[in-house]
């Protein structure tokens, strides 16, 4: 039940935004253009969910804003699983000083004030050093490089732990003694017998990056206007919450909705997968 209900509200966010494009065509709006004589429109025909503080349709901003907390959750998920995935598998096969060295550092990372050190790195002005800052694709590489940093921890640690105890059982010793390569073993038998909590894993590092970057964006820091992103919408509205409070309704009930589908989803495999 939770796991249905999980792929059915993520798969109705995704084909928003999948079809976006096509909403924009049949309304007919520009949801990037500013229409100062619509502002905090009442929902219409014309405007299915009303107008923003600028007067732009709110319905078809929030479908480009499903664009991008889907593209930015799924990728620092697959990210941070895959480089946490790399490092839990490289601790748990040496072991001795290569483990103590990265579960040190994962430890380090742990330890962290993220969320104010996510701050900062996202104000840094990237433009110093050539990079582009204030275009949506550049902003998106940058949050999720940002979020993917901190965010293999959790994952290097849990795949070490499974790690280790595959590698006790007995079925390891007999590929070892019947000559499997190191990567074989890894990588057939080993990785095979842990996917099972690495995909819970990361279908919970979804929502997490789906908040991130929600959070960096209402404080001004993740996607810049006039791309849409919920986090940005909700720091829009926030001066107009009780004079035009639908304007702030939308965007938090878009990322209420795609944090929940993520922890149906996660807790749905969690009881489905060994």
């Keep these: 039940m939770r796991l249905s209900a999980g792929i059915l509200l993520l798969g109705l966010l995704a084909m928003g935004a999948v079809l976006a494009p096509l ?3 049949w309304l007919g709006h520009d949801p990037f253009t500013p229409d100062l004589f619509s502002r905090y429109g009442a929902p219409s ?48 096969w040496r072991g001795g000083w290569l483990d103590a060295v990265l579960m040190r550092l994962a430890d380090g990372v742990l330890a962290l004030p993220i969320l104010p050190l996510l701050v900062v790195l996202a104000a840094v002005d990237t433009g110093r050093f050539g990079l582009p800052r204030g275009e949506a694709a550049a902003d998106i590489a940058r949050i999720v490089a940002i979020l993917t940093l901190f965010g293999w921890v959790g994952v290097a640690r849990l795949t070490r732990a499974a790690a280790l105890t595959q590698l006790s059982l007995d079925y390891v010793a007999a590929a070892r003694v019947a ?9 057939r038998h080993v990785l095979p017998n842990i996917l099972g909590p690495i995909t819970v894993a990361t279908a919970l590092a979804v929502a997490g990056a789906i908040l991130a970057e ?14 849409p992103s919920w986090g940005n919408m909700l720091s829009n509205a926030q001066e107009m919450v009780f004079s035009a409070p639908l304007a702030a309704v939308w965007p938090g009930l878009m990322i209420l909705l795609g944090v929940t589908g993520c922890t149906l989803l996660a807790d749905g495999l969690r009881r489905r997968v060994p």
Excluded: K, N
């Design 23 to 25: 909403a924009q065509r």
């Design 45 to 92: 025909l014309e405007h299915p969910l009303g107008t923003d503080e600028l007067g732009r349709d709110m319905l078809l901003r929030l479908l480009y804003g499903a664009r991008v907390s889907l593209t930015v959750g799924i990728a620092v998920a697959l990210g941070a699983t895959t480089l946490g995935t790399a490092i839990g598998l490289a601790a748990a």
């Design 179 to 187: 000559g499997a390569s190191e990567a074989r073993l890894l990588l």
């Design 214 to 227: 929600s959070t960096l964006s209402f404080l001004g820091l993740g996607i810049q206007p006039p791309a």
